[in-house]
């Protein structure tokens, strides 16, 4: 969006943002799209006790980008309990007086005071964070992206990065920023899909976080909790190594899953492990949230937070196998088919949705239920609305035909397996629930990442008075990725090379900086801005037509790899720039003639380029004119 330019509010101006009083008391800093204030409130947020807030003011050009800033607003509501997310407190958009069809946005949000985790990474970079200290940050970040894991349906981040931990007052450490925000994707179905699940990701995503599914979504696997799990691992690694594992092999390497430890510092094997085992292809086979805080909880030699998020548990004697898969079955449907409005996630802490981890748990809890801990035993006893939520799932969502058939081939495979230990178990039904996600057929579009200005229905102006509107009407969960503001750009910290894997580690590494930085795929853009064009005819003439779409097996396959060749080309193309010596860098600035590639690696733009001739033999080449005397190392005083 062409963000109209707003001058920054004086110390001392008092607005009014919902119910509360505001002063501002100090400009802290402008995000890529907001201005951000401290300030003083009346009343005090109810929930911290604190009379202190922060102000983010945005101003947003048009319906579709407000629909944006409303999700993000209703996320962070939905989320507001959780001790490690950013507090909301409250919010308020206008209409902008001095810009025409321009929106002002307020959200007034607990006040970080310690600043941003990548400021605290910057005051150490000489002496490296100690792994108890990692291991706390991770566990508080990765509570609080349990809390959105655990909503019915799940909430999925989608960019979970060090940028986007804040750090409190009393030094916990909170997850910011849920603009990027979405329900589980399945699988596209076809080329529309497909363009736009891939203009999504790369818009409400960050390159080096991204999980393998992401980069190759031809694989055809859902983007969902394991998504964020994988960029949890990402995080992790940053935080021990001050650089991501794929910094330098980018895409391929994500895909290859290719990444090496640097020797310093020096952590543990178990971190080690730790890193290894999220960063794994195969999403079934990453930890679930759970696991992971199990996993860092031990290593930190603490009782596992995870009773706070008090998981489900069943009684032994209403628990069996088959119920067990009905349950995660159910779930992963009623997320894939969910329209996933934001309303629709319960912020039910004792029901959480990724059912097949879930119930993987309650599996463990019961060979555990003798010493476990009585709060987390009380699934149906203590919560009947659990177990109607349950049967509800099971009985409104489920195409009964469909259900069966997922049901036995559920059973065959556990019978094949012959699990003899709750791990393996997991490990199948995590696997079968994802391969749930991926098979199951729906006649639905892909509403949940449908952008609500392609909606005429919730566009209508009676949702927006015309002078002042609390954001408090929930909206569809597309509307996170309306974030065309970002344009083929993120914001992106990355340290420099000294800090590289396999690089000396002894020199001083440079600050962490905050960079503008253009995705590495610059055809891309072109790529998505097309598909993007084509998705929006396509879904304004008819938005429920994605099934009627005659395109056969063989033409989806080949799309697809023609698709995968360009962008893996045109990728290949942008990591060759990258690794770019620095003399052919500055030639080029010099000069301001292209580079020319490495030979042998074709690209997209190969095939348009006109080719650049080898230069010709210094004898053949023209001589320059002889210098006027005064640049001929004669003064011009001299003569
Ligand atoms: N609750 C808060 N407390 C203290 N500082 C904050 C808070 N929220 C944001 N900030 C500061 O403001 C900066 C920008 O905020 P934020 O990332 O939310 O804005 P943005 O416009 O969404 O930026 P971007 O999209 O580029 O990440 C943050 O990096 C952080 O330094």
Redo the contacts with the bound molecule.
């Keep these: 969006m062409n963000q109209p330019q707003i001058g920054t509010y004086n110390v001392g101006t008092q607005l009014t943002v919902g119910s509360h009083q505001v002063e501002i008391v100090k400009y ?7 201005q ?1 204030y ?1 300030a003083l409130i009346s009343p005090p947020d109810p929930h911290s006790h604190s009379n202190i807030a ?1 102000l ?1 003011r ?1 101003i947003v050009p048009d319906k579709p980008s407000l629909n944006t800033l409303r999700a993000e607003v209703d996320a962070m509501r939905l989320l507001r309990n959780n001790r490690y997310v ?1 507090s909301y407190i409250d919010s308020h958009a206008a209409k902008a007086m001095l810009h025409n069809g321009s929106y002002e946005v307020f959200v007034l ?5 310690r ?2 985790l990548i400021d605290f990474m910057n005051t150490r970079l000489q002496n490296r964070l100690h792994e108890f200290e990692i291991l706390q940050i991770m566990s508080q970040v990765t509570q609080g992206v349990a809390a959105m894991h655990a909503l019915q349906p799940p909430l999925i981040h989608r960019d979970i990065k060090i ?2 931990v ?1 750090i409190s007052a009393n030094n916990e450490y909170k997850l ?2 849920f ?1 990027s925000v979405c329900g589980v994707i399945r699988p596209p179905r076809n080329p529309q899909e497909l363009s736009y699940v891939q203009q999504d990701i790369f818009k409400n995503t960050t390159a080096q976080y991204r999980s393998p599914e992401m980069v190759d979504i031809f694989r055809g696997l859902p983007i969902d909790e394991k998504s964020d799990i994988w960029a949890l691992g990402i995080f992790l690694y940053k935080l021990c190594y001050y650089t991501t594992p794929f910094e330098k092999g980018g895409e391929p390497a994500i895909l290859s899953g290719h990444f090496e430890f640097p020797p310093y510092p020096d952590y543990s094997e178990q971190l080690r492990d730790l890193i290894r085992d999220i960063l794994v292809q195969n999403p079934c086979q990453r930890p679930n949230v759970y696991q992971l805080l199990k996993r860092i909880s031990i290593m930190q030699n603490v009782p596992c937070p995870i009773s706070d998020i008090q998981v489900p548990q069943a009684p032994d004697s209403h628990l069996n196998l088959t119920e067990l898969h009905q349950l995660s079955a159910t779930q992963n449907i009623r997320s894939l088919n969910s329209h996933s409005t934001i309303e629709r996630p319960i912020p039910n802490a004792a029901f959480q949705s990724s059912m097949p981890d879930a119930a993987t748990q309650t599996l463990f809890s019961r060979k555990k239920s003798q010493t476990s801990d009585n709060t987390t035993l009380n699934y149906s006893a203590e919560n009947p609305q659990t177990s109607l939520d349950k049967s509800e799932s099971v009985s409104h969502v489920l195409d009964p035909l469909l259900f069966e058939s997922g049901m036995s081939n559920t059973s065959k495979s556990l019978n094949r397996a012959k699990v003899s230990s709750t791990t393996k178990l997991k490990q199948v039904i995590d696997s079968e629930a994802h391969n749930f996600r991926h098979n199951y057929t729906m006649n639905l579009p892909l509403r949940n990442i449908i952008p609500q200005d392609d909606d005429s229905s919730s566009s209508s102006d009676e949702l927006y008075p015309e002078d002042v509107d609390k954001l408090e009407k929930t909206q569809s969960l597309g509307s996170y990725i309306s974030r065309d503001n970002k344009k083929g750009e993120s ?1 992106k910290e990355s340290l420099t090379s000294s800090s590289l894997p396999g690089s000396s580690l002894t020199a001083t590494p440079t600050k962490l900086d905050l960079k503008l930085e253009t995705l590495p795929n610059s055809t891309f853009v072109n790529t998505v801005d097309n598909s993007k064009n084509s998705f929006r005819n396509f879904s304004k003439s008819n938005p429920l037509a994605y099934d009627d779409v005659s395109v056969s097996r063989q033409d989806l396959k080949n799309s697809i790899r023609q698709r995968m060749l360009d962008k893996l080309n045109s990728s290949e193309e942008s990591f060759n720039a990258r690794k770019m010596p620095k003399a052919k860098a500055s030639e080029k600035e010099s000069t301001g003639k292209p580079i020319a590639l490495k030979p042998g690696i074709s690209t997209s733009k190969d095939k348009k380029a006109k080719p650049i001739p080898p230069p010709k033999p210094l004898h053949l080449r023209p001589k320059p004119p002889p210098k006027p005397l005064f640049l001929a190392g004669q003064k011009l005083s001299e003569k």
């Design positions: 802290l800093t402008s995000g890529g799209f907001a951000v401290s922060c983010k945005v950013v949000m607990e006040y970080c005071e600043g941003g940028e986007n804040l910011c920023d603009g914001v």
